[in-house]
């Protein structure tokens, strides 16, 4: 059983002869009386000041905990958006690979149809070239041998001489040669 502040004033003690002064055992008990409603009040307080503080403390586990939590949430969330960033980086790297491969395979493959087609072009140029020439010749050779079946026929003599007419015509073989050379110039810088 608790003993108060009351049971403290109230109490009596039986007398005795030779006991002590019963005013200074009254005014020692009265004190005491006091100071133990006083340690009593300072106890309850502190109880509830205690749990006051055992109340803020759970509170406040509770928030280490919810921010724990929050953290370790935010730590996943962020790793897992980090992993998908990188996959997606990776997927965008493999594809910008693979386009960038199929376009220099197209590429190749235009310059490889771009020089076929040049070489095709060229020799198309050559043959006409030798062709024309052919017939030119061939023109002139028939031109020729009618104007000298015509000097022929009439008794002509050639005004320039055939020196002169030999020297015309191997000057004009050397301005075709010039401009055939010519010709498969530009057409060899019209593809460069």
């Known amino acids: 059983m608790r003993i108060t502040s009351m049971d ?7 007398k005795s002869m030779r006991g002590y002064n019963p005013d200074e055992v009254e005014d020692f008990l009265d004190k005491i009386a006091e100071d133990y409603e006083e340690m009593y009040k300072e106890n309850t307080s502190l109880r509830e000041k205690f749990a006051l503080l ?12 919810t921010i724990q939590n929050t953290l370790l949430l935010a730590q996943n ?6 992993k998908t960033a990188n996959d997606e980086a990776e997927s965008i790297i ?6 960038s491969k199929r376009i220099i395979e197209k590429a190749n493959n235009q310059v490889i149809k771009i020089n076929d087609d040049f070489e095709m072009t060229k020799n198309d140029f050559t043959k ?21 079946d015509f000097i022929k026929s009439y008794n002509l003599v050639s005004y320039q001489g055939e020196e002169v007419y030999e020297k ?6 050397k301005k075709e040669e010039k401009e055939k050379e ?3 110039n530009n057409v060899k810088n019209f593809y460069v």
């Open 8 to 14: 403290i004033s109230n109490k009596e003690f039986k």
């Open 54 to 65: 055992n109340e803020k403390l759970d509170h406040y586990k509770d928030i280490e905990n």
């Open 77 to 82: 969330t962020s790793e897992q958006t980090r």
């Open 94 to 99: 493999r594809r910008s690979n693979d386009e």
């Open 128 to 148: 006409f070239v030798a062709k024309y020439r052919n017939f030119m010749k061939t023109q002139m050779d028939m031109f020729n041998d009618m104007e000298s």
């Open 168 to 173: 015309e015509i191997v000057k004009e073989e």
């Open 182 to 184: 010519e010709d498969l």
